[in-house]
């Protein structure tokens, strides 16, 4: 089917963005030099649920360019660069995405992205997983594995595993340190601030600050806002990471008690209704709610909107929601992911090691075809140090090595 996008005439514009992008991807300047033109990927077909954002586009390209056909579909209904989308179109990639599709509209995307029955399924957030193996089962015999890029996503794909219905193997691209820690943690952490920032314009030093969860991304966050000079609160469920929030310098209390007294709210969790009915009726006024999670599941919207006696639009992106007391709480990217709905996402620097790790692992499926259990895989170490060996060289970090003496120290078990 032919690509699916908003406005072609804005291809040019697109190829500047992922030009400027691969720019700032020295790691990609060298798979291009390695890879692309190589022919290595000729034969196979890629169906792609991703963020279409120019980083997505240098990553896409280069498949290409190494003889993939690849079906691309948004993976967020908010957070396609249209002119990313028109650029890759053009370039030759089955498109299916457009920034403001409806929610069966993203999944007629999804189905589209998914009839050219691909060798290889790469996924952010699970939705496209979820699919072949609900409702587009007759794709699945000609699938050899796929790649998961988030926490989420990779939490789905467990829980199919432990249930024995997963159906081809998956590597867990979110999981490994290359990904994990720099994505997750310095990406997030710097891109939410920036959506937020970008979508209400407001000064973040005074004020206060509730994230919700302390994981990487809320690390990410904690630590960002901190910086601009917010008083940072932290919510948590996991009692270690609790400790961790609060050796680290933050305050630690529960949501019940933190929404009397935030102005801003973060959520960072991956987990349904952290902010629900309850916090909303507790809110002070002028309360903003953000979201740095994948899925719009974090704050509860339905009650927010039900509890409401006006709804408007005061800010491209950000919402008021006016109560019957006069309180006013508002809410930014419709509660979706601040840092690609009011933002671009994360910078090219940190998708460089995300989508490294992708292209690896992609290779790796594919020179282990048949080899694999219908299980989900970390990425293999190998391919994790070799990401990181090549960013350090791209940013001319030079380190320093083992001597053969000390290799054996480290491999002997006497003193």
């Known amino acids: 089917m032919p690509s699916i996008v908003k406005d072609m005439s804005l291809a040019g514009v697109g190829r500047k963005q992922v030009e400027w992008a691969l720019s700032f991807m020295p790691v990609f300047q060298v798979l291009y ?3 692309g033109g190589s022919g290595k990927l000729s034969g196979v077909r ?18 290409h360019e190494m003889g993939a056909e690849v079906s691309l579909a948004a993976s967020n209904p908010l957070s396609t660069q249209d002119s990313v989308a028109a650029y890759l179109a053009n370039e030759g990639v089955n498109v299916y ?24 399924v790469i996924d952010d957030g699970g939705d496209l997983h979820a699919l072949i193996h609900s409702k587009r089962s007759d794709v699945v015999p000609g699938i050899i594995g796929g790649t998961e890029e988030t926490t989420t996503g990779v939490i789905r794909l467990k829980a199919m595993e432990k249930k024995g219905v997963l159906r081809y193997p998956v590597i867990a691209v979110n999981d490994t340190p290359t990904k994990r820690l720099f ?20 000064l973040i030093a005074g004020k206060r600050v509730v994230v919700a969860g302390y994981g990487y991304v809320g690390k990410g966050v904690a630590i960002r806002a901190r910086g601009l000079g917010a008083k940072v609160i932290v919510t948590e469920v996991d009692p270690v990471k609790a400790i961790e929030a609060h050796l680290d310098g933050f305050e630690v209390m529960k949501m019940d008690d933190a929404v009397e007294l935030g102005d801003i709210f973060i959520t960072c969790t991956g987990m349904k209704n952290v902010i629900g009915k309850r916090h909303l009726e507790r809110l002070r006024d002028g309360a903003i709610l953000a979201n740095a999670g994948h899925f719009n599941v974090e704050i509860d919207v339905d009650s927010l ?3 409401a006696i006006s709804v408007r639009r005061v800010r491209d992106y950000v919402d008021e929601y006016r109560f019957p007391d006069g309180r006013r709480v ?11 709905v009011a933002g671009e996402g994360h910078p090219p620097d940190i998708m460089m090691n995300s989508f490294a790790n992708q292209f690896f692992s992609l ?8 080899r694999l259990e219908n299980k989900v895989y970390n990425v293999p170490s190998e391919v994790d140090e070799r990401v ?7 940013w001319n970090i030079e380190i320093d090595e083992l001597t053969p003496e000390q290799r054996e120290y480290k491999e002997s078990w006497l003193l």
């Open 33 to 35: 030099d390695e890879y």
């Open 46 to 63: 890629v169906a792609a649920c991703l963020h279409v954002t120019k980083e997505t586009g240098v990553f896409i390209r280069l498949l």
């Open 97 to 120: 995405a457009w920034r403001g599709e409806s929610d069966v509209e993203y999944f007629e995307m999804l189905n589209n992205a998914l009839d050219i029955n691909p060798h290889i």
């Open 183 to 202: 994505d997750n943690k310095y990406g997030t952490g710097q891109s939410a601030l920036d959506g937020l920032m970008r979508a209400t314009s407001i």
């Open 305 to 307: 909107k039900r509890m």
């Open 330 to 340: 508002y809410l930014v990217g419709e509660g979706r992911l601040v840092n690609l």
């Open 363 to 370: 290779l790796y499926l594919l020179d282990n075809e048949g």
């Open 388 to 394: 990181a060996r090549y960013t350090l060289r791209g």
